[in-house]
């Protein structure tokens, strides 16, 4: 089991940056691939970036590639997501995941992620 809390949400202009984190606590946090994902208003959750247990594998959604950057601290037990350039369809509920034993196909699927966070909003003004 591990437990995952975000912060860093909050309103921000367009062109700006947040800083998410997510925390985890519980079991061996190096041995989860970490992700973030999105959901906005009447949209499905969405992919937006992922990393695998040790780094070695990241991924990106297109749309954010060249703004968004993920990291993770093994040692402090936190992933964050470092957000530049915001945009308004940036604007959504972003939610950190956490999954053990995932093939490296499966880091950028939902459904493979068996620990999720409560979410932290997101919103880019124009």
């Known amino acids: 089991q591990v437990q995952l809390v975000e912060s860093g949400g909050g309103l921000v202009q367009a062109g700006g940056s947040l800083r998410l984190s997510c925390a985890a606590s519980g079991r061996t946090f190096s041995a989860y691939a970490m992700a973030w994902f999105r959901q906005a208003p009447g949209k499905d959750r969405e992919f937006v970036a992922s990393m695998s247990r040790q780094s070695r594998y990241i991924y990106y959604t297109d749309s954010v590639k060249g703004r968004f950057t993920i990291s993770r601290d093994n040692a402090k037990s936190v992933v964050y997501l470092q957000m530049h350039s915001l945009k308004t369809e940036d604007t959504a509920v972003y939610y950190c995941?956490?999954?053990?034993?995932?093939?490296?196909?499966?880091?950028?699927?939902?459904?493979?992620?068996?620990?999720w966070g409560q979410g932290t909003q997101v919103t880019v003004s124009s």
């Open positions: 995941a956490a999954g053990d034993r995932l093939t490296i196909l499966q880091l950028t699927t939902a459904s493979a992620y068996g620990y």
